[in-house]
């Protein structure tokens, strides 16, 4: 079931994308639900998304680099938790290819207070 979901921080909306504890079909879900979301509402969003001790597979990378480009004209601030290792690789990757803007956090607090900052 796909874990996307609005929260408040701070008085401001944020997409906030639960991949924690999926599969990697779950997680595709999830992403292919979030990029229906972002298409259908193309203005400015912050968004959070929490990916601890979850797969980097190669399918998801593939899904998300093709959903990246997909919706690269949908402003957006984000912020990722859960970035470790050859996740960080990744994310640069993602970053540079798509001139995205996704920062990685250790604390999902951290991460709230700068997206609405």
């Known amino acids: 079931m796909p874990e996307i979901k609005k929260i408040t921080h701070k008085g401001k909306q944020i997409i906030y994308v639960d991949y924690r504890g ?29 990916i601890t001790e979850t797969p980097a597979t190669r399918k ?17 601030k984000g912020a990722v938790v859960g970035i470790t290792g050859a996740k960080k690789v990744l994310l640069s990757g993602y970053n540079r290819l798509l001139g995205g803007a996704m920062r990685p956090f250790d604390d999902e607090e951290i991460a709230k207070d700068y997206l609405v900052s």
């Open 60 to 76: 998801f990378t593939a899904f998300i680099r093709e959903m990246g480009k997909e919706t690269k004209n949908v402003p957006v």
């Open 22 to 50: 999926q599969s990697e079909d779950e997680m595709l879900e999830t992403a292919s639900s979030l990029r229906d979301y972002l298409l259908s509402d193309p203005g400015e969003h912050l968004r959070l998304v929490n």
